[in-house]
């Protein structure tokens, strides 16, 4: 993990896994089975979960796939720890995608779902989850495709309103939310049979609580953007999300699709 970040990088994603779920791990939870289709996996096999969280698709793959050969890494130990606790069995480590502590061909499969934007070397972290697949097994990553989150993109439409350019630098700036971005990621890993598709989900809230109380306590650039402001400028942040929301009095959906790949060694 020397390399200079290509992505977002991983030291805002100290928070807990309850607070992780509430923002954005109710997203993760709803894509992961659509993502885990797209990916084939379908009975027993070994497989990685790089980049795992709290564990919204180690849970999906241990049903699917079965503990025997279920194995899942993330930076973050708080994460680790709410994944060892949800997933039983599973051989959950602390790991960067970058460095698998794997050996080559290792697994039938390695997924990174909502990951590759926040390595800090993607190009090294993708090249990583093809070396610990065998021959013929499968790679796939996926990531919110750019323009495509409601919520996100509420949130920073809301924040440069309030801080201007300043308030541009999180969501907009996220490498690899394009699919030609991660075509090229999957190209520079040498994968082939190489196929793209665009999964969306939906998100329901109770009302604007539901939507805005998680955001005070966000992982990455959201989280670090909310913590920046002064008391004035978190209200502020707060009205103008509530405004573009359309002021809810009560339920709500918003949507969003992420771009998924997948290829094999």
């Keep these: 993990m020397q390399a200079a970040p290509t992505g977002g990088g991983r030291s805002s994603f100290a928070v807990s896994g309850a607070s992780y779920d509430r923002f954005m791990g109710r997203y993760s939870a709803r894509l992961a089975p659509a993502f885990a289709d797209f990916a084939g996996i379908d009975g027993p096999m070994r497989v990685l979960d790089v980049g795992c969280g709290p564990g919204a698709l180690t849970t999906v793959l241990a049903a699917r796939a079965g503990l025997e050969g279920l194995s899942a890494v993330d ?18 480590q602390v790991g960067a995608a970058e460095s698998l502590p794997f050996a080559d061909g290792s697994f039938d499969a390695a997924l990174s779902q909502l990951v590759v934007s926040f390595m800090r070397d993607a190009a090294a972290g993708v090249g990583e989850m093809r070396r610990v697949v065998r ?9 919110w495709a750019a323009g495509e989150m409601e919520m996100l993109g509420i949130f920073w439409a809301a924040a440069a309103a309030v801080q201007g350019e300043a308030g541009q630098s999180g969501d ?29 989900v939906t998100m329901e809230y109770e009302g604007f609580d539901d939507f805005w109380i998680p955001l005070q306590t966000a992982a990455g650039p959201v989280g670090a953007f909310y ?13 103008e999300c509530r405004r573009r929301l359309g002021d809810p009095a009560g339920p709500f959906t918003l949507s969003a699709s992420a771009w998924a790949i997948r290829g094999r060694p």
């Design 227 to 239: 913590s920046s402001l002064n008391d004035a400028g978190q209200e502020r942040l707060h009205d």
């Design 135 to 143: 021959t013929g097994g499968l790679v796939a990553f996926s990531m």
């Design 172 to 200: 907009a700036k996220l490498p690899y939310r394009t699919r030609e971005e991660l075509q090229g990621l999957a190209d520079g890993a040498g994968l082939e049979d190489v196929r793209t598709e665009l999964l969306p």
């Design 75 to 92: 930076p973050a130990e708080g994460f680790v720890e709410v994944c060892r606790t949800r997933v039983p069995g599973a051989d959950v």
